[in-house]
Nanobody
Framework: QVQLEESGGQLVQAGGSLRLSCLAS????????MGWFRQAPGKEREFVAH????????YYADSVKGRFTVSRDNAKSTVYLQMNSLKPEDTAVYYC??????????????????WGRGTQVTVSS
């Protein structure tokens, strides 16, 4: 059983930056592919970014490509989401997720096995 805990969310002005962290415990972190998703009020949870097991290939939603960067530190059992040039439409609860299987699509929430509780990111205009 893997536990995930996100941190780093806060209120920030448009154009600013934040780095989210997600600490994993209870499993072998390096064996999991990791994803970031977000959910705004009244909207469905949407894919943000994904990073594979080693060698750590990355994938992004079009809406964040070029502004967000996902990375992982297996020694620290942590995945990061660096968010730059933030926009008000980035406001949401951000969740990290872990998947142990190889099937399915990385942008589909149901393909992930474990989820954190989320961290709130609010971008003011």
């Amino acid at each position: 059983q893997v536990q995930l805990e996100e941190s780093g969310g806060q209120l920030v002005q448009a154009g600013g930056s934040l780095r989210l962290s997600c600490l994993a415990s209870g499993g072998t972190f390096s064996t999991y592919a990791m994803g970031w998703f977000r959910q705004a009020p009244g909207k469905e949870r949407e894919f943000v970014a994904h990073i594979t097991r080693s060698p750590g290939f990355t994938y992004y939603a079009d809406s964040v490509k070029g502004r967000f960067t996902v990375s992982r530190d297996n020694a620290k059992s942590t995945v990061y989401l660096q968010m730059n040039s933030l926009k008000p439409e980035d406001t949401a609860v951000y969740y990290c997720a872990a998947r142990s299987t190889y099937g399915g699509t990385y942008y589909t929430p149901s393909t992930y096995d474990y989820w954190g509780r989320g961290t709130q990111v609010t971008v003011s205009s």
